[in-house]
């Protein structure tokens, strides 16, 4: 089975693959409702979404491992749907399946057998390539180890999931310093992460992940290694993000606080939901 530090390198490599256009359709319509509202700063676009607002569908997904001469099943017959806008909290206990779940809908494992549907695509009909531009169009990711590059000021961190597409360097520049508005880190754009804090590293990744206007975004313990203040503040900034972009967040969590806040709860126990 690939373990947890496997799945979260292979989701942050995902992000330098393929090529990603801005949806300026999108970046207009949201800069006209931006405006209605008398917001007229802002430059943060969501992509357009899709006419369905089911943008995950599980279909009794099962996922098994060899592991020497024995089968480990770490997910068995899973069915679920996740609407446009909604925050979700996995829970369970260590090996339960979370982050096996996590992979399916990240389109970074493929299930043993059962359907994965991002965005009303079957992942099973989908090559390595397509899989790879599904991810940088439609999913952001957030980690517990973070990765922030240490040579690389903030705000140059949060433009590296848009430097290997075609986006011009002005539009980076504009977006990355919009987002460390919206994360609160505006005043650190020049810092390296090593002067952050960690409630301010972790606000960094979700900017990061938030760079490319993912429709989706996953995250694995996002407040794992986080006092309850700094808690407090990922999941405050993690509903802002839901209600004035209409981002979908699926967070893995044994953090009881996140849970309750969340729209939903998803328990699972030896790999199926409860």
Same mark, same amino acid.
Not at 51 to 56: G, L, R
């Given at each position: 089975m690939?373990n ?5 390198i292979?989701?942050?490599?995902s992000?330098f693959d393929?090529?990603i256009s801005?949806?300026?359709a999108a970046?207009?319509?949201?800069q006209q409702?931006?405006l209605a509202?008398? +917001?007229?700063?802002?430059t943060i676009a969501?992509?357009?979404?899709s ?6 569908l599980l279909?009794?997904v ?9 089968t480990v099943?770490?997910l068995?017959d899973?069915?679920l749907?996740?609407d446009?806008?909604e925050f ?6 260590s090996?339960?399946?979370k982050?096996?779940?996590l992979h399916m ?7 043993t057998s059962?359907n994965v549907i991002i965005?009303?695509?079957?992942t099973a009909n ?5 899989? $790879?531009?599904l991810r940088?169009?439609?999913v952001g ?6 990765y922030?590059?240490p040579?690389l000021?903030?705000?140059d961190?949060?433009?590296v ?5 075609n986006?011009?360097?002005n539009?980076?520049?504009?977006k990355?310093e919009e987002?460390?508005?919206r ?5 650190? *754009?020049k ?5 952050? $804090? ?5 606000r960094a *990744?979700?900017?990061?992940a938030?760079m490319?206007s993912p429709?989706?975004?996953? *995250?694995d ?6 006092d309850? /203040?700094?808690?407090e503040?990922i999941i405050s900034?993690?509903?802002n993000?839901c ?5 979908t967040i /699926?967070?893995v969590?044994h +953090?009881?606080?996140?849970?309750r806040?969340?729209d939903?709860t998803?328990?699972?126990? +030896?790999g *199926?939901? /409860?």
């Open positions: 690939a947890i530090q496997d799945y979260e292979k989701a942050f490599l992000l393929g090529d801005v949806a300026h970046l207009t319509r949201y409702q931006l509202n008398g +917001d007229t700063n802002s969501p992509h357009p979404f006419n369905t607002n089911e943008v995950i279909q009794n099962s996922k098994r491992y060899k592991l020497g001469g024995q099943e770490a068995r899973v069915s749907s996740i446009k806008g979700v909290a996995i829970t369970g206990a090996g339960s399946g982050s096996t779940l809908i990240g389109c970074l494992d493929r299930p059962g965005e009303s695509k079957n989908l090559g390595d390539n397509a899989l $790879s531009e940088q169009h439609s990711f957030i980690f517990q180890s973070f922030l590059q040579f000021r903030l705000k961190n949060l433009a999931p848009a430097m290997f597409t986006k011009q360097k539009f980076i520049d504009t990355a987002l460390l508005r994360t609160g880190l505006a005043e650190r *754009a810092h390296f992460p090593r002067e952050l $804090s960690g409630g301010q590293v972790q *990744a979700i900017a990061r938030l490319n429709r989706i975004i996953l *995250a313990e996002p407040t794992g290694n986080l309850s /203040v700094n808690s503040s900034l993690f509903r993000i209600d004035t972009l209409g981002t /699926v967070v969590t +953090d009881a606080n996140i849970a806040q969340a939903r998803l328990e699972l126990k +030896d *199926a939901i /409860v």
